[in-house]
């Protein structure tokens, strides 16, 4: 049974971050982006931002809750120092094995799901979980540096506590693996606004994914060329998010905030916006 694993920090704060070192450890060496949780949290720090929040510590998660989304297989081989198993599940090329990935797994996912019971418990009415947001991990396979999609786990443990949940990802590829899972129920709204172009991964998020079956009309995208600014970004989300919030009237909204659309990003590929 969950429980908040909230360490209030400051009286009358409305506003968590979930954190703990366990966490940063393993987040920090993962193999395609290492060192990054490190330097994002030295920055939070060096604004004095975690002093002003309310510190959440990530809930212990079992390979029966991550089963609420992966497949037994693909848990065995996160598991597993198989490399024929690590194949069959795309763990290698841009998901390379690893030491301790299941434990890494399980963290990411409790990390989630730990913002996801503070908002339940009314704790907080926003958690920030600077080490998650893993949104290409599919049911059966590591995708696009994501070995579990914590999203998608949070998302279905909040569809126990409310019927209309908003997803919406700012990341600068679109939210493939977390439209996917809702792509059938109207339960799930999820907007995506990113970069589509022949060739970019993951290749997924037209106009045209519009969700099936009780689901349609449920998944939005909102794809871009290169070169759009902060006018194109304004202008777009007061025409498509914000509509989309005013009509569907979320009762709680996830919100996966990747970076790598801001200008400066070093792939030097990305939507120009500050």
């Known amino acids: 049974e969950y429980k908040s694993y909230l360490r ?3 009286e009358g704060s409305t506003v968590g971050f979930v954190h703990s070192n ?9 193999p395609k982006v290492l060192n990054r949780s490190r330097l994002v949290f030295d920055l939070i720090r060096s604004y004095n931002l975690n002093e002003e929040l309310e510190e959440v510590e990530p809930l212990p998660v079992s390979e029966l809750q991550l089963a609420d989304f992966h497949t037994k297989s693909y848990i065995e081989a996160l598991k597993s120092q198989s490399s024929l198993l690590h194949q069959n599940h795309h763990i290698e090329y841009d998901c390379p094995a690893f030491e301790g990935m299941f434990q890494t797994a399980c963290l990411i ?13 009314g704790d907080c009415k926003v958690v920030i979980n600077w080490y998650g947001g893993w949104h290409h991990g599919k049911p059966d396979k590591a995708e696009g540096f994501c070995y579990v999609n914590d999203c998608v786990i949070a998302i279905r443990y909040l569809g126990n506590f409310y019927d209309r949940i908003l997803y919406v990802d700012l990341d600068l590829h679109h939210g493939d693996a977390v439209q996917e899972a809702f792509y059938h129920t109207n339960r799930v709204a999820t907007y995506s606004i990113h970069k589509l172009e022949t060739g970019f991964y993951p290749g997924s998020g ?3 994914e519009l969700g099936t079956g009780k689901g349609n009309g449920y998944s939005l995208n909102v794809p871009l060329l290169n070169g759009a600014d902060d006018e194109t970004l304004h202008c777009v989300t007061d025409r498509t998010l914000y509509h989309l919030i005013d009509k569907y009237q979320p009762q709680v909204i996830v919100c996966q905030c990747g970076a790598d659309g801001v200008a400066g990003d070093p792939h030097q590929v990305l939507i120009t916006c500050h």
């Open 22 to 30: 366990d966490l940063l450890v393993a987040t920090n060496n993962l």
């Open 206 to 208: 037209s106009i045209k």
């Open 8 to 10: 209030m920090s400051e």
């Open 109 to 121: 996912a409790g990390s989630s799901l730990a913002a996801a019971q503070c908002l339940v418990d």
